[in-house]
Antibody
Framework: QVQLQQSGPGLVKPSQTLSLTCAIS??????????WHWFRQSPSRGLEWLGR?????????DYAVSVKSRITINPDTSKNQFSLQLNSVTPEDTAVYYC?????????WGQGTLVTVSS | DIVMTQTPLSLSVTPGQPASISCKSS???????????LYWYLQKPGQPPQLLIS???NRFSGVPDRFSGSGSGTDFTLRISRVEAEDVGVYYC?????????FGQGTKLEIK
């Protein structure tokens, strides 16, 4: 079955870039029938969809307006994974970040990564 | 953005008793394809959300039949016919009608 394994630092300094990776097993990031998403969860914002990447003869990305100027989600076909980069982070970006597979619903999810933004 | 509103925000239920959670969306979740893009997730402590119900009423693989979903348009309900200890956690409704996908605030289920 499909499994997602997240990796990346748990502490990022303000104004720097948050970078996380989601490694896929049991499926392909280039699948024509899947989409790959990032979410985050914090006490103040609840569960929040951040964006997605997917392949339909070419690559597409969509991002939440709240982070659109700061976010990049990239597929890496050589490693069968996808990544999240969030620039210019502030303490407001402190959250548990999740990756997930899905088109209309989301399953599976990564294990979650707590990212704290602090100097 | 579509706003998802859940009630109640917390529930305390005796094992074996039923439980019900309401979810209302700020606009209809019925798509032109005839599907209603309303989903229910359960997040157990320390875990990511797990899918319970898809498209209003379809139990996901492995979900016990004590869980059921109903509703249409903008009003939806998740029911647990007989609550068990393993059902504790936070329940979320979510839509994928349009971007951005949004979640309800969550309903925390505790066992009495």
């Amino acid at each position: 079955q499909v499994q997602l394994q997240q990796s990346g630092p748990g502490l990022v300094k303000p104004s720097q870039t948050l970078s996380l990776t989601c490694a896929i097993s049991g499926d392909s990031v280039s699948s024509n029938s899947a989409a790959w998403h990032w979410f985050r969860q914090s006490p103040s914002r609840g569960l929040e969809w951040l964006g997605r990447t997917y392949y339909r003869s070419k690559w597409y990305n969509d991002y939440a307006v709240s982070v659109k100027s700061r976010i990049t989600i990239n597929p890496d076909t050589s490693k069968n994974q996808f990544s999240l980069q969030l620039n210019s982070v502030t303490p407001e970006d402190t959250a548990v970040y999740y990756c997930a597979k899905g088109v209309n619903w989301f399953d599976p999810w990564g294990q979650g990564t707590l990212v704290t933004v602090s100097s | 953005d579509i706003v998802m509103t859940q009630t109640p925000l917390s529930l305390s239920v005796t094992p074996g008793q039923p439980a019900s959670i309401s979810c209302k969306s700020s606009q209809s979740l019925l798509q032109s394809d005839g599907k209603t893009h309303l989903y229910w997730y359960l997040q157990k402590p320390g875990q990511p959300p797990q899918l319970l119900i898809s498209e209003v009423s379809n139990r996901f693989s492995g979900v016990p039949d004590r869980f059921s979903g109903s509703g249409s348009g903008t009003d939806f309900t998740l029911r647990i016919s007989r609550v068990e200890a393993e059902d504790v956690g936070v329940y979320y409704c979510m839509h994928t009608m349009q971007l951005p996908y949004t979640f309800g605030q969550g309903t925390k289920l505790e066992i009495k």
